[in-house]
């Protein structure tokens, strides 16, 4: 008569351990997983919100048949650089402990709705530079009082003109915010620079400091 042999304690606790180790390894997997889909989406949020700015710029340009400008001379009074003017590097929009361009808009109102009337070319760029602040903020998606919406602790900058050898007449918009963790430092501006903490050490560090570029070439009359 043959015997029946099952499992021992030994054998069970020891496919124990090995089925735990895999978990942990794919709870590892899966970590990393939802670590690069949010760190996808917050870089897709802050080029949605780069190009946008770029476009506004580029379709300002046609105001500027009514400057001052003198054929031949600098363009110091261009549209691009009333955006590089409104949102410069030293005081990059989205700081919610101000908000001066989205609060002038919709707070103090003395930026008018250039959606409603009609609009000087510095008060269009200050109306696209506080239509942009608040989405940065945002403000397209709340709960409460909250404004849930957006990328986290995003910052903006148009600088420029930039020096060769980009093409004349070119702008750089960029789109900082906080990373998950320290990768590596960003070397397209230094928008935002400084603004940004090391969770794990509490630290300022700029290699948690994300950055997207947007370079906008625009037309100077000759």
């Given at each position: ?138 403000v397209a998606e709340t709960r409460g ?46 928008c935002g620079i400084g603004l940004y ?7 300022v560090d700029d290699a948690t400091r ?13």
């Open positions: 008569m043959t015997k029946t042999r099952g499992f021992t304690l030994i054998e069970v606790m020891v496919t124990l351990v090995i089925l735990m180790f895999g978990l942990l390894g794919l709870a590892g997997l899966i970590v990393k997983g939802h670590r690069a889909v949010y760190e996808a989406y917050q870089r897709y949020q802050a080029l949605t919100l780069g190009n946008e700015l770029a476009e506004r710029i580029k379709s300002n340009q046609a105001m500027l048949a009514s400057s001052t400008i003198v054929p031949g001379t600098p363009d110091n009074l261009s549209i691009a650089n009333l955006y590089a003017a409104g949102a410069p590097l030293a005081t990059p929009l989205g700081d919610p402990g101000t908000a001066a361009k989205w609060n002038a808009l919709t707070v103090g109102h003395t930026i008018p709705d250039c959606g409603a009337v009609i609009c000087t070319r510095q008060n269009l760029v200050d109306y696209d530079l506080g239509v942009w602040e608040g989405q940065l903020l945002g009082i909250s404004n849930i919406g957006g990328i986290i602790n995003a910052r903006s900058c148009v600088e420029g003109p930039l020096a060769a050898p980009s093409p004349p007449n070119t702008y750089r918009v960029s789109v900082s915010w906080q990373g998950d963790m320290p990768t590596t430092t960003p070397t397209s501006s230094n903490v090391n969770a794990a050490t509490g630290a994300r950055v997207v570029s947007i370079d906008v070439t625009i037309f100077v009359p000759l």
